[in-house]
């Protein structure tokens, strides 16, 4: 594993990371920061977790120049909360080499992220809608830009961002470095590349590089109708300290949220359309143990540091599997045991399987908890309270109180008693949720020399895809600055 000094990073960069307390290099920064120092395109397939932020941010702030009072780097990130974490990221590894970051994003005001513009930060990292209005405005200027990064290209472009990283790009100027970061290399991923991007070198961390091998993947066959009353039972039994509950639509983590809450956990969703003052309320309730439990979709989850999650139940299976490796990356953190608990529909279980092909693990089947079970184990863990309060605690002032309920009841009517009253009761009010449509499986289909392509409209034979272009927009080849 190679250390920052190999790199012959500038000394105040070095400085930083030694601050950061980082001295190695992980695989996807040992494999990008070189090809990014010496001025070339790199595109980085990898998942959250990877520290990719630091594979683009080394090279980023290494190669500005802190006295040119102008924008000289865009970072480009589909959510608030990445592009928060993101900034404060590369502000420390900029700290003393004067570079400055601002973050850009929706639901702050406007007016204020003017007066912050004028102050003339080097770096950018904003989401492409707020970007956008600030192009339109005129109060970003990006004559002098010489770095662009698209972080988590995949779920901007998923998120329907194209057409704005499109026209972002356009304006961008055409001697420029371009990084691409991504955890799937889908095919408008791979036209934004073709496109925008100079001959980019590819590295790619393998799953197996990324997966927590000290999570314990489990997965249980229900229908879609008993899903929740499983979820309950999971959650009474497990007794997560923490737990975050993926669903895979805005409607179905209000919808759970809501039903979770009304069953008497504390719940809260988490998504694309709160604001952010609501989103900053639920996470730090959250990370406080306010709330035990985060329904939140993948979106809203992507960039979450978030420690001590000891469960992850994936209510509904991501629509992309590699999204799998990046919910059940949100437990298992800092050398602790994670537990990834997934449900599948019947129609679900070949999706499952490529999953676990991505993964490179097979899930370990769980049989859905009985009621009788979940009722079982709320009363062990009461028992459980209950010995250690009679081995720990000082109980003097409560033994002659005690002394005189024996008198009148036996003893093991009064422990009953006391078992009943300290027990959570399990709530099984009827709740009623939107069912989803069960996932499947795309089949992919070949031409008659067993090569992929797509079908042409037009006479049905199937055409292979285009072969990579080194041309800019407009069919110009673009001319390369190295420093």
Same mark, same amino acid.
């Given at each position: 594993?190679?250390?920052?000094?190999?790199?012959?990073?500038?000394?105040?960069?070095?400085?930083?990371?030694?601050?950061?307390?980082?001295?190695?290099?992980?695989?996807?920064?040992?494999?990008?920061?070189?090809?990014?120092?010496? +001025?070339?395109?790199?595109?980085?397939?990898?998942?959250?977790?990877?520290?990719?932020?630091?594979?683009?941010?080394?090279?980023?702030?290494?190669?500005?120049?802190?006295?040119?009072?102008?924008?000289?780097?865009?970072?480009?990130?589909?959510?608030?909360?990445?592009?928060?974490?993101?900034?404060?990221?590369?502000?420390?590894? $900029?700290?003393?080499?004067?570079?400055?970051?601002?973050?850009?994003?929706?639901?702050?005001?406007?007016?204020?992220?003017?007066?912050?513009?004028?102050?003339?930060?080097?770096?950018?990292?904003?989401?492409?809608?707020?970007?956008?209005?600030?192009?339109?405005?005129?109060?970003?200027?990006?004559?002098?830009?010489?770095?662009?990064?698209?972080?988590?290209?995949?779920?901007?472009?998923?998120? +329907?961002?194209?057409?704005?990283?499109?026209?972002?790009?356009?304006?961008?100027?055409?001697?420029?470095?371009?990084?691409?970061? %991504? $955890?799937?290399?889908?095919?408008?991923?791979?036209?934004?590349?073709?496109?925008?991007?100079?001959?980019?070198?590819?590295?790619?961390?393998?799953?197996?590089?990324?997966?927590?091998?000290?999570?314990?993947?489990?997965?249980?066959?229900?229908?879609?109708?008993?899903?929740?009353?499983?979820?309950?039972?999971?959650?009474?039994?497990?007794?997560?300290?923490?737990?975050?509950?993926?669903?895979?639509?805005?409607?179905?983590?209000?919808?759970?949220?809501?039903?979770?809450?009304?069953?008497?956990?504390?719940?809260?969703?988490?998504?694309?359309?709160?604001?952010?003052?609501?989103?900053?309320?639920?996470?730090?309730?959250?990370?406080?143990?306010?709330?035990?439990?985060?329904?939140?979709?993948?979106?809203? #989850?992507?960039?979450?540091?978030?420690?001590?999650?000891?469960?992850?139940?994936?209510?509904?299976?991501?629509?992309?599997?590699?999204?799998?490796?990046?919910?059940?990356?949100?437990?298992?953190?800092?050398?602790?045991?994670?537990?990834?608990? %997934?449900?599948?529909?019947?129609?679900?279980?070949?999706?499952?399987?490529?999953?676990?092909?991505?993964?490179?693990?097979?899930?370990?089947?769980?049989?859905?908890?009985?009621?009788?079970? $979940?009722?079982?184990?709320?009363?062990?863990?009461?028992?459980?309270?209950?010995?250690?309060?009679?081995?720990?605690?000082?109980?003097?002032?409560?033994?002659?109180?005690?002394?005189?309920?024996?008198?009148?009841?036996?003893?093991?009517?009064?422990?009953?008693?006391?078992?009943?009253?300290?027990?959570?009761?399990?709530?099984?009010?009827?709740?009623?949720?939107?069912?989803?449509?069960?996932?499947?499986?795309?089949?992919?289909?070949?031409?008659?020399?067993?090569?992929?392509?797509?079908?042409?409209?037009?006479?049905?034979?199937?055409?292979?895809?285009? #072969?990579?272009?080194?041309?800019?927009?407009?069919?110009?080849?673009?001319?390369?600055?190295?420093?």
């Amino acid at each position: 594993m190679a250390t920052f000094y190999e790199f012959e990073l500038h000394h105040n960069v070095v400085r930083g990371l030694t601050q950061m307390g980082l001295e190695e290099a992980t695989p996807i920064q040992e494999q990008t920061i070189p090809l990014a120092l010496q +001025g070339r395109d790199v595109i980085g397939q990898a998942q959250t977790g990877t520290g990719k932020t630091a594979a683009f941010g080394i090279p980023l702030v290494n190669r500005l120049d802190a006295e040119q009072e102008s924008i000289q780097g865009v970072v480009l990130t589909p959510t608030r909360e990445l592009a928060v974490q993101v900034s404060e990221e590369l502000n420390k590894i $900029a700290r003393y080499k004067g570079i400055h970051v601002l973050p850009i994003y929706g639901g702050q005001d406007m007016t204020r992220q003017i007066r912050a513009l004028k102050k003339k930060p080097h770096i950018i990292v904003a989401t492409p809608g707020r970007f956008m209005d600030h192009m339109r405005r005129k109060t970003i200027r990006l004559h002098a830009v010489d770095m662009v990064v698209l972080d988590e290209a995949d779920e901007m472009l998923n998120m +329907g961002f194209i057409e704005d990283i499109t026209t972002i790009l356009q304006e961008m100027p055409e001697e420029r470095q371009t990084l691409l970061f %991504s $955890a799937t290399m889908s095919k408008p991923v791979q036209e934004i590349a073709q496109k925008f991007m100079d001959n980019p070198d590819i590295i790619k961390v393998k799953a197996k590089e990324v997966t927590v091998s000290n999570i314990t993947q489990q997965c249980i066959k229900v229908t879609e109708r008993e899903k929740f009353d499983v979820l309950c039972r999971l959650l009474d039994i497990d007794a997560p300290e923490l737990a975050i509950v993926f669903g895979r639509t805005k409607r179905r983590v209000d919808e759970l949220s809501e039903a979770l809450h009304k069953r008497g956990y504390k719940a809260e969703g988490i998504h694309g359309d709160l604001n952010q003052a609501k989103r900053d309320s639920v996470l730090r309730k959250f990370k406080e143990g306010r709330v035990e439990v985060l329904v939140a979709t993948d979106v809203a #989850a992507r960039g979450l540091d978030i420690s001590g999650v000891t469960h992850v139940y994936n209510f509904d299976l991501p629509q992309d599997p590699e999204s799998y490796v990046h919910r059940i990356g949100r437990t298992g953190r800092a050398g602790k045991t994670g537990l990834a608990i %997934s449900f599948a529909t019947p129609g679900e279980i070949d999706h499952l399987r490529t999953i676990e092909a991505l993964t490179k693990k097979k899930m370990e089947w769980r049989e859905a908890p009985t009621l009788d079970e $979940a009722i079982e184990q709320q009363q062990r863990l009461t028992a459980q309270k209950l010995l250690e309060v009679a081995e720990k605690a000082n109980l003097q002032a409560y033994r002659e109180t005690a002394e005189k309920l024996l008198e009148e009841v036996d003893s093991v009517t009064l422990v009953s008693a006391v078992l009943k009253m300290l027990t959570k009761q399990t709530n099984t009010s009827p709740v009623k949720l939107t069912e989803e449509a069960p996932l499947r499986v795309k089949k992919k289909k070949f031409d008659d020399k067993g090569r992929f392509g797509k079908r042409n409209n037009k006479g049905g034979k199937r055409t292979l895809q285009p #072969a990579k272009s080194n041309r800019a927009p407009g069919g110009k080849t673009r001319k390369k600055k190295v420093k």
